[in-house]
């Protein structure tokens, strides 16, 4: 007995940035990256960028961190938010097990209708009509990661040395060019750059 609070006033209204994206391969994303984590806690950086059409997934401790870039994901048209221009990224943070537990009863395609960081996100999905999700962010690090920026994080030292070797030899076989055929006056500069080089092909080598 008594009165139902009046749960309308917690749901957001006037949000304009939606993405939809399959509630399983969401959460197979979060439970991928968070699988590190302690259940105290289990926050999921949740990026993504309606231009490029991209949506990736973060998360860090102390103990590590993970990333992935999530396929499928799909952008509704986003409203000018700033200065008239489209701010097409944005990041947002979450519990991840309070996300997991609401894809898990969203079957399919899943609405994501976003305000900023630090407001609540209502989520829908089609397949259960007329049920409505209100999921609350969390202030998380890294919480609108790129694919480029994971793929970096994600590189091995090997990978590192193997990619970025190369142009460090030809910086220093550059200078040493310069050191010979220029201004004797430009030498300890030159030297100095040389040995800057030498020590960043010395830290990548040791960390491969």
């Not at 949740?46 to 998360?59: K, P, R, V």
Request: charged content about 25%; overall charge negative; glycine content about 12%.
């Amino acid at each position: 007995d008594g009165t139902f609070p009046d749960y309308t006033r917690v749901i957001p209204s006037g949000h304009d940035r939606v993405m939809t994206i399959d509630a399983g391969v969401l959460a197979d994303a979060v439970a991928g990256v968070t699988s590190h984590l302690s259940e105290k806690n289990k926050a999921v950086a949740i990026g993504m960028d309606s231009e490029a059409g991209w949506l990736t997934a973060y998360a860090s401790s102390p103990d590590g961190r993970a990333g992935t870039e999530i396929p499928g994901a799909s952008f509704g048209q986003w409203s000018a938010s700033r200065e008239g221009c489209t701010e097409t990224r944005f990041g947002i943070g979450f519990n991840a097990g309070y996300l997991r537990t609401l894809l898990g009863i969203l079957p399919g395609a899943v609405e994501f209708w976003f305000g900023d960081a630090g407001s609540p996100t209502r989520m829908q999905s089609q397949g259960v009509p007329g049920f409505l999700a209100v999921l609350m962010p969390m202030r998380v690090d890294g919480a609108d990661k790129s694919p480029a920026e994971l793929a970096e994080m994600n590189r091995t030292p090997v990978e590192r040395f193997a990619a970025d070797a190369p142009a460090l030899v030809s910086a220093i076989a550059r200078i040493e060019r310069q050191f010979a055929e220029g201004d004797k006056g430009m030498r300890p500069a030159l030297r100095d750059a040389r040995t800057g080089k030498l020590k960043e092909l010395a830290r990548l080598a040791t960390a491969a």
